[in-house]
């Protein structure tokens, strides 16, 4: 593991960059450049629907999940693994357990991309540290699918995977290494920083 200082944290947000290409960490937290992903349509619209949910149905549960308490915009940090995030609903349920639902505006497409599975394990991670609460399922709600809402079961190798990203995303941040390109050459077609990019 990677030895860090205390103050040091990385977000959700940056596992989800990697994922896309490890050297998005690389460009914006070793040389500093932003990708403005605050201008994409779907940034946009995603903050716009967090921003709507946040203030209507604040007190419902959702029964069907077998919830039966939840927090709403959970700002979440993880000392151990220097991480943290805001997690859209956490999510108490009946068997003692808890969980968390995460809004896409997106579609559902008949399978689930790996960014929203290690989007929901990270938070699980986040709530099992600070909750001391066993965290075993997460949620995600399609927005752009009438809201529909889907289960990810969550297994031990899963936070075992999303850790050891995390080890290399903090690796390339503090010994400045330049990774190893993403191996999907259609994402270089319109990255913000092809021009750069060797």
Same mark, same amino acid.
């Given at each position: 593991?990677?030895?860090?200082?205390?103050?040091?944290?990385?977000?959700?947000?940056?596992?989800?960059?990697?994922?896309?290409?490890?050297?998005?960490?690389?460009?914006?937290?070793?040389?500093?450049?932003?990708?403005?992903?605050?201008?994409?349509?779907?940034?946009?619209?995603?903050?716009?629907?967090?921003?709507?949910?946040?203030?209507?149905?604040?007190?419902?549960?959702?029964?069907?999940?077998?919830?039966?308490?939840?927090?709403?915009?959970?700002?979440?940090?993880?000392?151990?693994?220097?991480?943290?995030?805001?997690?859209?609903?956490?999510?108490?349920?009946?068997?003692? *357990?808890? %969980?968390?639902?995460?809004? +896409?505006?997106?579609?559902? @497409?008949?399978?689930? $991309? !790996?960014?929203?599975?290690?989007?929901?394990?990270?938070?699980?991670?986040?709530?099992?540290?600070?909750?001391?609460?066993?965290?075993?399922?997460?949620?995600?709600?399609? *927005?752009? %699918?009438?809201?529909?809402? +889907?289960?990810?079961?969550? @297994?031990?190798?899963? $936070? !075992?995977?999303?850790?050891?990203?995390?080890?290399?995303?903090?690796?390339?941040?503090?010994?400045?290494?330049?990774?190893?390109?993403?191996?999907?050459?259609?994402?270089?077609?319109?990255?913000?920083?092809?021009?750069?990019?060797?």
């Amino acid at each position: 593991m990677v030895k860090m200082t205390n103050d040091m944290f990385i977000v959700v947000s940056d596992v989800i960059e990697y994922l896309f290409c490890p050297r998005f960490i690389y460009f914006m937290h070793c040389l500093n450049i932003p990708q403005h992903e605050e201008k994409r349509y779907k940034v946009l619209k995603g903050r716009d629907i967090h921003d709507v949910r946040e203030k209507t149905n604040k007190n419902y549960l959702r029964k069907k999940l077998h919830c039966t308490r939840k927090e709403i915009s959970v700002y979440l940090a993880s000392e151990k693994y220097h991480i943290k995030g805001i997690v859209d609903d956490v999510l108490f349920l009946d068997d003692g *357990t808890a %969980s968390l639902i995460d809004y +896409k505006f997106a579609e559902y @497409r008949e399978r689930l $991309f !790996k960014t929203y599975r290690y989007q929901l394990v990270l938070y699980a991670l986040m709530i099992k540290e600070n909750y001391s609460v066993k965290v075993n399922r997460g949620f995600i709600c399609y *927005t752009r %699918s009438n809201n529909l809402v +889907k289960e990810v079961k969550i @297994r031990d190798k899963d $936070f !075992k995977d999303a850790i050891l990203i995390i080890n290399k995303i903090l690796d390339i941040i503090q010994k400045g290494v330049f990774p190893e390109k993403t191996k999907t050459k259609s994402k270089c077609i319109d990255c913000c920083y092809r021009n750069i990019c060797v």
